[in-house]
């Protein structure tokens, strides 16, 4: 008899950089499941304080272990010097978040080389980054810039926090080294949203297949969160998910969106369905929405709602509901929209191909919002 075979997902979390492995070290203490950690950076000495499972220092001949010094072209060069090694640490994987904080040397130059080789090897491949505080400075908010652009090129799905923002729903007096603690908790909860989904059993469980059905080439991505107590908390964590600060754009130009919704054994499948309801509402007409429920009683009566919204610059060629599915997925049938087109009886102006995202009025008003306790 055949012994059977362990069909489990395997996911990998990069962190590249120094604030892609303190973003690594923040999920390894709140002790994210079923996935491996990957610390990589150029400088040795950060290197040997991280938990990864497994750590890579990369650049040895080019810094001697001592940083790239932010310099994205080092980071680039110490990165593309170890690739066969990046290859070995990559294979096998299903699932590859990148993580890092744009801006410096090794995360900004590195973290494209690193996606690039797990794209190649076949791994749905995220990036989950972030865009410096703007008291960083203008070159680093340069280098930001340009190393999104290349990063999104080498990713199926990118999904960029503003550390700005994070000053929104601070308090004014918050320390910089809090402030950049908020920051690892925000690319937490953007690999925690999508990885509890497939890991964890829940009310609704999702797997790997769903995940990728959304992900998939998806390119630039939004993601909101929200968080509430007492009744009508996974509709309101929901209505703060999709008019939280973090967004920078509304999620009604999403033709795919991942809804995550986490709360204690006495959430209810009624109150989940009214939270993607309100969702469905806001995102795109057609939109592809896939979402779970994932059972933690830490939480107590808390519920936590994570959105990640994308598909923003592709044409979408399929559309699905909201579903709500058991333990065993089944991919939908899809659904071919055709309009034929009238004759014109004027000249008609070409729209540009990318949707214009404007931030609702009714969201403006950050003061408005209740901010998630995890958050503060």
């Known amino acids: 008899m055949a012994s059977p075979q362990n069909y489990l997902a395997v996911i990998k979390v990069v962190g590249i950089g120094g604030g892609g492995v303190n973003a690594v070290n923040r999920m390894i203490e709140v002790g994210l499941k079923g996935v491996e950690f990957v610390a990589v950076n150029t400088d040795a000495q950060a290197l040997l304080m991280s938990d990864a499972d497994v750590k890579l220092d990369v650049g040895r001949d080019l810094t001697r272990g001592l940083g ?81 652009d290349a990063l999104r090129d080498e990713v199926d799905t990118l999904i960029v926090i503003p550390n700005d923002r994070l000053l929104s729903i601070s308090d004014r007096n918050v320390s910089v080294l809090d402030a950049f603690r908020s920051a690892d908790q925000v690319l937490l909860s953007g690999v925690q ?77 009624f109150e989940i369905h009214e939270a993607a309801r309100l969702v469905q509402e806001a995102a795109h007409p057609e939109a592809n929405i896939i979402f779970g429920a994932v059972i933690d009683d830490a939480l107590g009566d808390e519920a936590r709602v994570t959105v990640i919204a994308a598909g923003f610059d592709a044409t ?20 071919v929209a055709s309009v034929p087109s009238p004759e014109p009886t004027e000249p008609v102006v070409e729209e540009q191909p990318a949707p214009v995202f404007e931030i609702p009025r009714e969201f403006k008003k950050v003061e408005d919002l209740d901010i998630p306790d995890f958050l503060k």
């Open 316 to 335: 979408p060629t399929t559309a699905a509901p909201v579903t709500v599915k058991p333990a065993v997925a089944s991919a939908p049938e899809p659904v």
């Open 193 to 269: 949203g999508i990885t509890d989904l497939i890991t964890t059993p829940g009310l609704i469980n999702l797997d790997f297949a769903d995940v990728k059905s959304v992900m998939k080439d998806a390119g630039s991505a939004l993601m909101g969160i929200g968080a509430a107590r007492g009744e009508g908390r996974a509709v309101e964590a929901a209505e703060l998910a999709i008019s939280s600060p973090l967004l920078e754009a509304s999620i009604d130009g999403a033709h795919g969106v991942l809804l995550s919704i986490q709360g204690g054994s006495d959430l209810g499948l």
């Open 68 to 148: 790239a010094g932010a310099d994205p072209a080092v980071g680039r060069k110490a990165a593309e010097d170890h690739a066969e090694e990046l290859k070995d640490v990559l294979s096998g994987a299903d699932m590859v978040f990148v993580t890092a904080g744009e801006g410096g040397g090794t995360g900004t130059g590195g973290a494209p080389v690193v996606a690039r080789i797990a794209r190649e090897l076949g791994a749905l491949t995220i990036g989950v980054v972030t865009r410096p505080f703007t008291f960083e400075g203008r070159r680093r908010s340069t280098q930001a810039d340009d190393g999104i």
